[in-house]
């Protein structure tokens, strides 16, 4: 039986190892542009800056969550120039990268922000068009 410490080790080390691979499992497809637009919160594009394992409380062994603090270079939405989402350890949840720009459409959960693996977010280099439709509707 691993102790604690190696699960989280071992956890970690997945999600730096596989983490750029990880897509969602979204079995009803992506959320329409314009609706996720509307739910957020907070759009923008911003750099992981740090993420943090959240330990399940009823299993001491296991990952929750991971927590990701952000800061942002462009704002379509919202005010903060530093947050963090919760990311729940679902199959349907979105990994990111530390070091690496997204673009990030932030949905609140009572006091957490979120962002849903579902839909619009992703890397800069991957949201071209979405960002070019963002920076449209700033125009009108």
Avoid at 8 to 29: I, N
Avoid at 67 to 74: I, L, P
Avoid at 118 to 128: A, K, P, R, Y
Wanted: overall charge positive.
């Amino acid at each position: 039986m691993m102790n604690r410490t190696v699960k989280l080790f071992m956890t970690a080390l997945a999600c730096a190892t596989f983490g750029s691979h990880a897509e969602a499992l979204c079995l009803s497809g992506k959320l329409p542009l314009d609706q996720e637009f509307k739910q957020s919160r907070l759009v923008a594009t911003a750099i992981v800056t740090h993420q943090s394992p959240i330990v399940a409380r009823d299993d001491p062994e296991g990952i929750e969550a991971i927590r990701y603090d952000f800061a942002t270079r462009t704002l379509f939405k919202g005010k903060r120039r530093k947050f963090s989402v919760w990311i729940d350890n679902t199959s349907s949840r979105m990994v990111f990268d530390p070091g690496v720009e997204y673009l990030v459409f932030v949905q609140q959960n009572g006091k957490r922000g979120f962002v849903d693996g579902c839909g619009n977010s992703g890397t800069t280099q991957d949201s071209v068009s979405t960002i070019e439709w963002l920076q449209g509707r700033q125009s009108h």
